[in-house]
């Protein structure tokens, strides 16, 4: 499967931005998909994860009651709607995908991976 993420850019601090990743090339609905995020000269991080359905949703502590995480497996697209943003959010935001609920939070467990977006908040 292949993935496209996109919706990234500058955004002032407080402010919201929606970060979309598309798939093609594979039954979407099989996939669990997760957002991940890698700032410069850090590791990459979990951000969150979605269910097949999106019956399940589940984030880090850095993000949750900030960011939501959401799906449309009509339109083969989930999505990153971040609000309440800080300049520690700033990174290149990245869409994965595997097949499993297993250790989500770890970035080797999922199979494919978008090529990123950026995401910078300014103070």
């Known amino acids: 499967v292949q993935l496209q993420a996109s919706g990234g850019g500058l955004e002032q601090a407080g402010g919201s931005l929606r970060l979309s990743c598309t798939a093609s090339?594979?039954?979407?609905?099989?996939?669990?998909m997760g957002w991940f995020r890698q700032a410069p000269g850090k590791e990459r991080e979990f951000v969150a994860t979605?269910?097949?359905?999106?019956?399940?949703?589940y984030y880090a502590d850095s993000v949750k009651g900030r960011f939501t995480i959401s799906r449309d497996n009509g339109k083969n697209t989930v999505y990153l709607q971040m609000n309440s943003l800080k300049p520690e959010d700033t990174a290149v935001y990245y869409c994965?995908?595997?097949?499993?609920?297993?250790?989500?939070?770890?970035?080797?467990?999922?199979?494919?991976w978008g090529q990123g977006t950026l995401v910078t908040v300014s103070s």
């Open positions: 994965a995908a595997q097949r499993t609920l297993q250790e989500i939070a770890t970035a080797a467990a999922y199979d494919y």
């Open positions: 979605i269910s097949w359905s999106g019956g399940s949703t």
């Open positions: 090339g594979g039954t979407f609905g099989s996939y669990v």
